[in-house]
Antibody, heavy 122, light 111 residues
Framework: QVQLVQSGAEVKKPGASVKVSCKAS????????ISWVRQAPGQGLEWMGW????????KFAQKFQGRVTMTTDTSTTTVYLELRSLTSDDTAVYYC???????????????WGQGTLVTVSS | QSVLTQPPSASGTPGQRVTISCSGS????????VNWYQQFPGTAPKLLIY???QRPSGVPDRFSGSKSGTSASLAINGLHSEDEADYYC????????????FGGGTKLTVL
């Protein structure tokens, strides 16, 4: 079965960077894109960006352009999110989510990781 | 402020029909597919409806979706107590170089 397993919780200081991993299994890794979605405490869902494991193509929300990097490692079927210059506003649960369809993003994210809590505090 | 607009809360009694609205624009719901997610506290969202009105395997048929123009709706027929959760609509938005946008979420309470 499809599984997305994320790395553990992180505590970072303001100005630091964080790198979260999402290991995929149970399907053809290169066939489906992965989005990163975050959720601040008590708030709604916010899309950060998307990456295609097939060719490394990325799309980012304008809000995160220049501060975020998404990469994939096909040898370990793992997707990575790196967020730099952290502030307290970046405190959130970060989810990876796999496209439902090989057609790409926007057709539903059918499988989600368990979430990774990133806390930014001095 | 979310690009897609949902009511912050909704409620109903067991057995009732409840609908949750999602209002967007011509750059998102007006031209792209709408998806709905269900989220319980402390857990990841779950895809409930995709492509306006399609249910993934395992989703009960009392959940249904519809779209008209730049708005969409999620309907729950025969409300169950276990349906108490947060519900989010989402759609691809063609503005700002393209982005996935979510509604602010609707907290459904089963009275």
């Amino acid at each position: 079965q499809v599984q997305l397993v994320q790395s553990g919780a992180e505590v970072k200081k303001p100005g630091a960077s964080v790198k979260v991993s999402c290991k995929a299994s149970g399907y053809s890794f290169i066939s489906y894109g992965i989005s990163w979605v975050r959720q601040a405490p008590g708030q709604g869902l916010e899309w950060m960006g998307w990456i295609s494991p097939q060719n490394g193509k990325t799309k980012f929300a304008q809000k995160f352009q220049g501060r975020v990097t998404m990469t994939t490692d096909t040898s370990t079927t793992t997707v990575y999110l790196e967020l730099r210059s952290l502030t307290s506003d970046d405190t959130a649960v970060y989810y990876c989510a796999r496209d439902r369809s090989v057609a790409g993003i926007g057709f539903g994210e059918a499988h989600w990781g368990q979430g990774t809590l990133v806390t930014v505090s001095s | 402020q979310s690009v897609l607009t949902q009511p912050p809360s909704a409620s109903g009694t067991p057995g009732q029909r409840v609908t949750i609205s999602c209002s967007g624009s011509s750059s998102n719901i007006g031209k792209n597919t709408v998806n709905w997610y269900q989220q319980f506290p402390g857990t990841a969202p779950k895809l409930l409806i995709y492509s306006h009105n399609q249910r993934p395997s395992g989703v009960p048929d009392r959940f249904s979706g519809s779209k008209s123009g730049t708005s969409a709706s999620l309907a729950i027929n025969g409300l169950h107590s276990e349906d108490e959760a947060d519900y989010y609509c989402a759609a691809w938005d063609d503005s700002l170089n393209g982005r996935l946008v979510f509604g602010g979420g609707t907290k459904l309470t089963v009275l």
